[in-house]
T-cell receptor, first 114, second 113 residues
Framework: GAGVSQSPSNKVTEKGKDVELRCDPI?????LYWYRQSLGQGLEFLIY????????KSGLPSDRFSAERTGGSVSTLTIQRTQQEDSAVYLC????????????FGQGTRLTVV | QKEVEQNSGPLSVPEGAIASLNCTYS??????FFWYRQYSGKSPELIMS??SNGDKEDGRFTAQLNKASQYVSLLIRDSQPSDSATYLC?????????????WGAGTKLIIKP
């Protein structure tokens, strides 16, 4: 597609359930980022994939969070046993290579845990 | 610790005036710098990128980079109410054998009609 695509746009889930958020980056972009943004707050880095390198998972807030990127393209962010504090907008961004290039964002997934 | 700092604001500017947004960064070796605009409830969108010292102009927007002083700024001329948004500064930094985008917390800009 022409841009970064995220699905679903909105997700309401019950506390304790698992959720999967999907990101389809721009074709050819080898770098992919996941961020979390709570209302009125800045971007919170979660995880970074760059080509075939081991992902930088240093931003994942707990072991309930995991992400994978299959075939260097689509990425899935999984949150297990969701908690109310997980409610936020989850943003995915991709860019060409690892240096000097702009990142482009998807429209985000708004997650609400009730 | 590699950091990007911005004043959170809000910065209030009258319509038609120049809005000046500033960003400082900690890594002297950084080479790539980006300004993004984020409207409430929307994703960040790229406004400008800058790589060399000096000014770069695009329409009403001018990015200014001073690597010696480690700051980058964004000027918005003839500010319009539609410019009201949060402006995010991002800096490309080399960390743990990879280049990473490090983000400021953003400055909220309000243009008053």
């Amino acid at each position: 597609g022409a841009g970064v695509s995220q699905s679903p746009s909105n997700k309401v889930t019950e506390k304790g359930k698992d959720v999967e958020l999907r990101c389809d980056p721009i074709s050819g972009h080898t770098a992919l980022y996941w961020y979390r943004q709570s209302l009125g707050q800045g971007l919170e880095f979660l995880i970074y994939f760059q080509g075939n390198s081991a992902p930088d998972k240093s931003g994942l807030p707990s072991d309930r969070f995991s992400a994978e990127r299959t075939g260097g393209s689509v990425s899935t962010l999984t949150i297990q046993r969701t908690q109310q504090e997980d409610s936020a907008v989850y943003l995915c961004a991709s860019r060409i290579g690892g240096s000097g290039n702009e990142a482009f964002f998807g429209q985000g997934t708004r997650l609400t845990v009730v | 610790q590699k950091e990007v700092e911005q004043n959170s604001g809000p910065l209030s500017v009258p319509e038609g005036a120049i809005a000046s947004l500033n960003c400082t960064y900690s890594d002297r070796g950084s080479q790539s710098f980006f300004w993004y605009r984020q409207y409430s409830g929307k994703s960040p969108e790229l406004i400008m990128s800058i790589y060399s010292n000096g000014d770069k102009e695009d329409g009403r927007f001018t990015a200014q980079l001073n690597k010696a002083s480690q700051y980058v700024s964004l000027l918005i001329r003839d500010s319009q109410p539609s410019d009201s948004a949060t402006y995010l500064c991002a800096v490309n930094m080399f960390m743990d054998s990879n280049y990473q985008l490090i983000w400021g917390a953003g400055t909220k800009l309000i243009i008053k009609p």
